[in-house]
């Protein structure tokens, strides 16, 4: 994407609202510079906004300053990716014309390599003890399972499946409904910055932006479109988390939900799921097997799809860092690629992505095809 | 059914196992009376028969004696009805070769009307106590909305079920993998005396006769045959109640499965359930909305099915005892039909199958249809 394509749709994300229609039909028919630029430079209305919307717009668009955005964003240690480039998810793509206009992205690993093999768990911010130790587990197991675990960074069940995937060595990414170097809820500042350390914290806002109802909402659709499907955890009628399932299935992603006593308002919402499309599912292994099927790179089936010399050097010191046969924990294999945990995991789960090694319980090893290096292996099948 | 064929049935309950395929083989091709004469008189073994069965069939042909059967069941007020007859319910064909031979039938109403409308909940023995809230509430609910409960007498969720229905007014059915005069487990006599008196005790084995685990497993098929589908609240991986259920899909009935913790190892075999064809259910509505929809007989949709001077006097007067507006509780009925509170539900609940009368929480009223006397009700459908 240009330079000055990217900089308005920076300028944009402070323009326009997550999950705009109008918008992003806008930004498909003219392109972000010619929208910043009516909006901004007092150009011809576009189609379809009221006088009034125009006015709001307008006034957004009086106090844009992109480079002052990216440059806060830069010291929070955040990015901006935009459709079409390197880092960004082409899955979000299915979003249409609710695609978000970019992201601003927290964190080391790639993006777009996370998403490939990444799984949504969702639900109830007031759970239940039940709710949280199910969460836990979940993002513990999937992370075990070498699964990237994706939620919403919120009290109660996102907050509990971040934690179990963190506790357990694993990857896991907080999509935002604020800016990504504004930690909403406050109570959970130093879980969200241990996110941003060991994963991926992601949001549409820029930066200093603000939560609002809508905007937690529109928020669970790029969970859904990011990941291959999406487990409920706990949500009562109506809860944002079937917002997030819905979504799901809209987009042909799956969808889970964790069981609950009839008897439990907090189970109503999931149970009304699963009296729908959703899958009923009990452990991380139930939700991997089925989010793992339309796999093209399950790592036990496939070689890696990237020949081993385009890897980045980072990622090839820590591949370099695995034994040739048998395990090695996330500790060793930093040491050995000289560079801290935190990097490691991110390096492991996108070189796990990228089909090169695989996660057994606390370990990692090589996959059976990465460590025949002398093979072609760009997009090959399983040849065992 | 002629009176031959029919004490030789009653003959055979004790010399073949219930579920014998084999045995359904020979009733079908043979005759009952053909099968009992072989075994009995010494006839050519039948085919399929090793010498080893043969010689067991013998031994217990030797011993038979229908007619003192026939006079111990009158005794503990218990009848025996044969394929065919007019209170033999029709759903039972779709066993095939494992049909029953027959049943014998404890309990005023008539097995065949009720089980128009029976729904079935099973479970596990050693439930827990939300298993056993859930089963109570269930048989209670379903009641409530004129549902013939159908389970099994067992400890645990069958005997929740049953005392739920019973604690609403509401028609219950016990199928039993013994003699029908003889309560199994003895911890529910009172309870299997009670089942009797307001509803059925039904099962396939002659007066005295035992269970065995064999038995107990065969009976589900019973269950899951007579009714229009099976609830399971409750159950561990191959539990017996897992065993309806299947049962129950394979006969192309109903089959839904009540949700509970994930972490509950009695809830497992309902989870695996629900992952497959089953519906999850949280209340009787949910279960009367989908057991419903095949009915031809939803009180609410049509007329009765049957002419009402072609009702058993019994019946009748208890129809002539609703009021032509409005609702009547049980004992109002029991009292103007000059009757018994159970002998009124028995015939209420016949009333409700065949379209004359509808229950309304607490209270039954006449159908829209019933209410008038002078149109032709025969097959007729919904002229609202």
Redesign the interface.
């Known amino acids: 994407m240009a330079g000055d394509e990217r900089l308005a749709r920076v300028a944009l994300t402070r323009v326009l609202e997550p999950g705009d229609e109008a918008g992003g039909r806008w930004l498909r028919e003219y392109g972000a510079v010619e929208v910043l630029r009516r909006v901004v430079a007092g150009g011809a209305v576009l189609p379809g906004a009221s006088e009034k919307r125009w006015e709001g717009l307008r006034a957004r668009g009086a106090k844009v300053c992109p480079e002052r955005d990216l440059a806060e964003a830069a010291q929070a240690g955040a990015r901006f990716i935009c459709p079409g480039e390197p880092e960004w998810p082409a899955q979000l793509d299915d979003l249409g014309d609710v695609r978000p206009i970019g992201l601003w992205v927290r964190g080391r690993p790639s993006l777009r390599t996370w998403a490939l093999r990444s799984v949504a768990v969702v639900g109830a911010r007031a759970c239940t003890e ?1 709710g949280a ?2 969460a836990a587990t979940l993002g513990a197991g999937l992370a075990e399972l070498g699964w990237v675990v994706v939620s919403g960074g919120a009290y109660g069940v996102d907050g509990a499946v971040h934690r179990g995937a963190l506790g357990a060595g694993g990857a896991t990414v907080a999509v935002l409904a604020c800016g990504v170097d504004r930690p909403y809820p406050r109570g959970h500042t130093e879980l969200i910055s241990r996110i941003a350390a060991q994963g991926l914290v992601v949001g549409e806002l820029p930066p200093g932006d603000h939560p609002t109802p809508s905007r937690f909402i529109l928020r669970n659709r790029v969970i859904a479109a990011l990941t291959r499907g999406t487990v409920v955890v706990e949500a009562a009628y109506r809860s944002g988390a079937l917002v997030t399932a819905r979504s799901a299935q809209r987009l042909g992603r799956f969808t889970m939900g ?6 439990s308002g907090l ?2 919402g999931v ?1 009304e799921l ?2 729908g499309e959703a ?5 991380a292994a ?1 939700v991997a097997e089925l989010v793992g099927d339309i796999g093209d790179l399950a790592p036990d089936r496939r070689g890696p799809v990237l020949p081993r010399d385009l890897l980045e050097p980072g990622a090839a010191r820590v591949l370099a860092a695995l034994p040739g046969r048998g395990t090695a924990r996330v500790a060793e294999i930093a040491r050995d690629a000289s560079t801290s945990q935190d990097d490691a995991i991110g390096r492991l789960y996108e070189l796990q992505s990228l089909g090169f090694v695989e996660r057994h319980d606390d370990g990692w090893k090589l996959t059976r095809q990465a460590t025949r290096p002398g093979r072609p292996v760009f997009g090959e099948g399983d040849e065992r």
């Open positions: 039940y130790h199910m964790v069981p609950g006593p009839a008897t189970s109503a149970h699963l009296r899958v009923l599912v009990t452990d139930e």
